[in-house]
């Protein structure tokens, strides 16, 4: 008798409160909200990303707007397709979108969102940039660095130079060049190499290589139970498993680096004074004032964005130039007539040179619009309800910049599909955030502080390739044939990797 009173009880406790409920609803002002597919019951919209996201979206696009409303799982997703719409989420309402949603990849991969990529806004993440902005990507520093820069870029080239009449995957030595400028910031000691019985070594480059792969594979992957959290527990995919086995496995590598330091440091005791970042780093670990505490988790956090950001986005975006200009033959004779006129055939390409370099730099552009790295920006989110172009966005809300739509919006770009240079000679085109068309380092608070360092490797790296030799294709491969395919991650690469020969031009005494 009392279980059913207490069943009553419940069932009318459940009637009152759907009841409420409706009467709340229907006396709440009805908001605009963004157009967009119905969702499904539980999954939402997942169905509908497939393998590259950033394609599906730019198709869902075409049929609901610029700006569109996904579910994704239980959470509301917004996705911006335009110039206008990105300027409308990174300018005019940045303050609001500029924390980032809590996902497993921030968690898993990157110590619990300490670091500048994943963590929310906040105390934390204005700590972080302000370290970097200070002590790696700072002006004085650079210019510090450029010798080091120089020096990185001959070995890369006498290197490639070594390697005349055989096959050159160029990513992988692309990969070693940018990385090794960067480390050069980072630590005094050299911790990989190409053996791992060398040095200090604890890596050899292919190792740590396919780590940083696959950071950005996992770091951009859609875990539904990030989207549907009663089923986080299953990892039905398999990528939390992943995630954690390849954080062990850099973990590994930090540890041993920091260690190390910790032991000079000791040794030297009062006479100790920071020779690199990550000093730096250990250094700020010990100051009582900082506004956040800056644990080991976070030197390690600290480290790793710049070791995946050196690695992978500056590589990644040369090997994309290199795969457009391999389809097009006229633009690397194009860029050649440029670079014997402006530097003539005695000499390499150095920093100062860039800015009377107009049609390398159009190419580049032209990469970054129609093969952007980051197709869809790291993920913005919402930390109050706003209001954007006449829609309600309400508080938690995740919003995603497709620039790989906007690059091909044909408001925007005439002839969007076609890779033209020269629709930027003789045009003031910002590349640093304020061109909403073109934002391949992101834009607001959010835009990436190493913009300088990347764009001076970037050009440099471009332009003394195509300086100091051709680009042969091999095995009967004709300039069609080269793969525009993606693959698809927080970083977007080409596929198919090509092998081609690099062919010298210039002077031997040169490399």
Known sequence: ????????????????????KLIENRQKPKQKLPPGPKPWPIIGNLNLLGSLPHQSLHLLSKNYGEIMLLKLGKFPVVVASSPEMAKQFLRVHDASFASRPSLSAGKYTSYNYSDLV????????????????????????????EQVRAEEMKRFLSGIRALTGKPVVLKDHLSRYTLSNIWRIISTDNYFSESSKEGKSVLNMDELHEMVDEWFYLSGVFNIGDWIPWLS??????YVKKMKVLNKKMDRFYNYVIDDHLARKAAEK?????????DTLLQMAEDGNLE????RDCVKALIQNLIVGAMDTSATAIEWAIHAILRQPRIAEKAKAELDRVIGRNRWVEEKDLCNLPYIDAILMESFRLYPLATLLAPHYAIRDCNVAGYHISKGTTVLINTWSIGRDPNAWDSPEEFLPERFLGKDVDMLGSNFGLLPFGSGRRRCPGYDLGLKIVRTALANLLHGFDLKLIDGMKPQDVSLEEEYGLSTHPKHRIAILMEPTLPLYLY
């Open 1 to 20: 008798m009392e279980s059913s009173w207490i069943l009553l009880a419940l069932v009318y406790a459940a009637a009152v409160a759907f009841i409420s």
């Open 118 to 145: 994943w963590a929310p806004y906040g105390p934390h993440w204005r700590q972080t940039r302000k370290i970097y902005l200070y002590e790696v990507f700072n002006a004085k520093k650079l210019e510090l660095f």
């Open 233 to 238: 527990s299953f990892d039905l995919q398999g």
């Open 270 to 278: 009062d006479k100790f004074a920071p020779k690199d970042f990550v």
């Open 292 to 295: 956040v505490e800056l644990t």
